[in-house]
């Protein structure tokens, strides 16, 4: 018999196939979920905004339709999924974490909410994030932060930490969260969850709330590679509303995932070593690991070679110029005359005074800070020397990874240079907390995809380590053949996955049950 707790823990791709099966029901599944939700998520915080009712309605409609032997029913009709609130949901709240957008629920489905909808998956609520996905920790979040499930003293990462949590926590069995610069593989990379930024326009971002237009990114977080593979198969693909997508037919994902874990996967494979984002500054434990890593995958038959990518060091510096630009130009919209906060000043005043005073309230200290960093980026006199040397670095920085893919298959780095660090640790810090995304960022400029999974936990402290592997644009399956070759060659070490091996998580003691 399959118990609730049974259900919580099962990967996506398992449930999948119990609930096809009829061993399962998808409202058992939704209930579990939820009931878990219910038991930790005080404790947690992952999520915003928890649609309980309405995924019910939905499971038991599914379950009836399955019952009346309905053949439109997709592979992971029944299973639950989160979904970050920088995503638009025509019934529920999207807030993108700020009080500039309390309470509202916009006209619309982004498109892959719409096409999770339509394959028939469970939307169990919106996930917490630092506000308008400004930030590396979910600290910046206008309605409290997230906590670290396997420390409930830590961050969970950021901007994407709540959808992280929810799945490390066993809230979801996967989500969706966004990638400006690592907002996805940061994440996973402090909660031991999978996360994939996709090849910038290989997933709509249609009816996604924008920061940084030519960086966001949409993609999944799971817990293992092939239920990333199986959410990327259904969120992917060409969408007309979004000028950037690509209308290229792509490979299965799932597929691809499920080729890593043949024998011989990695046979041939050339993994190039990015030495500039490797070694100083970075957290002996997470080196430790990341070299064990690479003995694994050389071990499994691939080549590892050092690639010199000069540019890498200036990624951050031309990262914090065009985000703050291009989010500058974004957030105009929230003027308080469209949708969203409006605050009148004492007895009245202008648009202007009113604009002023609505931006002032609504937006947070960091959402500020980076406002007006890129409005004086793009102002008269500064934008050439600015915005515009930031731009002729990403192109130095694409030529890079041009080289590179030239000589190897794959590029590898530690998905982040440290493990979580204590709530409010960086938070006085703008600098310290944007190098968080030291190794996450060029992929976002260059448009390459990148995933992160756990590659076990640091000595010092007992927490998860990620790595992260970069492949060219459209060559997204790549990604998901070697990592789930490392995560097999890894489970085979560990008897099973990082998070059913690893101690007890910190949020079942506090109230739930693991």
């Known amino acids: 018999m399959t118990t609730a707790n049974d259900l919580i823990h099962l990967p996506a791709a398992d449930l999948a196939e119990r609930l096809s099966s009829g061993e399962v029901s998808s409202v058992e599944a939704t209930q579990a979920h939820l009931d878990r939700i219910a038991a930790v998520d005080g404790d947690v915080h992952a999520y915003l905004h928890v649609a309980g009712d309405a995924a019910l309605e939905r499971a038991a409609e599914i379950d009836r339709l399955r019952a009346e032997g309905d053949a439109g029913l997709g592979p992971l009709a029944g299973v639950p999924v989160a979904i970050k609130d920088v995503l638009c949901t025509l019934d529920m709240p999207s807030t993108a974490g700020s009080r500039i957008l309390e309470g509202w629920v916009p006209p619309y489905d982004a498109t892959v909410v719409r096409k999770l909808r339509e394959a028939h998956l469970i939307p169990l609520g919106k996930t917490n994030m630092d506000e308008f996905a400004m930030g590396s920790s979910t600290e910046h979040s206008a309605y409290g932060p997230t906590r670290n499930p396997w420390d409930l003293d830590r961050i969970p990462g950021g901007s994407g930490g709540g959808s992280a949590a929810a799945v490390a ?4 069995p996967f989500a969706l969260g966004s990638d400006t610069g690592g907002s996805i593989r940061q994440p996973a990379a402090v909660t031991g969850s999978v996360g994939v930024k996709p090849t910038y326009g290989g997933v709509s971002r249609y009816g996604a709330i924008a920061l940084a237009s030519s960086l966001d990114q949409v993609g999944p977080v799971s817990r293992t590679v092939l239920d990333s593979a199986l959410l990327h198969d259904v969120i992917g693909g060409h969408d007309p509303r979004d000028s950037t997508s690509i209308p290229d037919v792509w490979p299965s994902m799932a597929d691809a995932a499920r080729a890593g874990r043949r024998d011989g996967a990695l046979k041939g494979m050339r993994i190039g070593v990015v030495k500039q984002l490797n070694g100083e500054g970075f957290q002996a434990g997470v080196t430790q690991r990341f070299t064990e890593a690479l003995t694994l995958l050389e071990g499994a038959g691939a080549e ?11 990624a951050i510096a031309a990262y914090y110029l065009i985000l703050p630009a291009e989010a500058s130009s974004n957030l105009a919209k929230f003027d308080s005359v469209r949708f969203g906060l409006r605050v009148n000043p004492p007895g009245g005043g202008t648009v202007e005074q009113v604009m002023s005073a609505t931006r002032e309230a609504g937006f947070g200290p960091e959402v500020k800070r980076r406002i007006i960093l890129g409005t004086y980026a793009l102002s008269a006199g500064y934008y050439d020397a600015y915005y515009g040397s930031a731009q002729k ?32 640790e960086k938070l006085d810090d703008p600098l310290a907390m944007y190098l968080n995304d030291l190794t996450t960022i060029p992929a976002n400029l260059a448009g390459v995809p990148g995933i992160g999974l756990p590659i076990g936990l640091a000595p010092e402290d007992g927490l998860p380590v990620g790595i992260q592997f970069m492949a060219p644009a459209r060559a997204d399956a790549r990604l998901y053949t070697v990592g789930a070759a490392l995560e097999q060659i890894l489970e085979d070490r560990w008897g099973g996955s990082l998070l059913s091996q690893a101690p007890e998580l910190a949020v079942a003691t506090a109230g739930g049950t693991n």
């Open 304 to 314: 590892i070679v050092e690639i010199d990518a000069p540019n890498f060091e200036y």
């Open 169 to 172: 926590a066993f809230e979801a």
């Open 393 to 424: 670095v990403r192109t130095l920085i694409q030529r890079d990874f041009d080289a590179a893919f030239g000589r190897v298959d794959v590029l590898v780095t530690p998905s982040a240079p440290t493990t979580a660090f204590r709530l409010g």
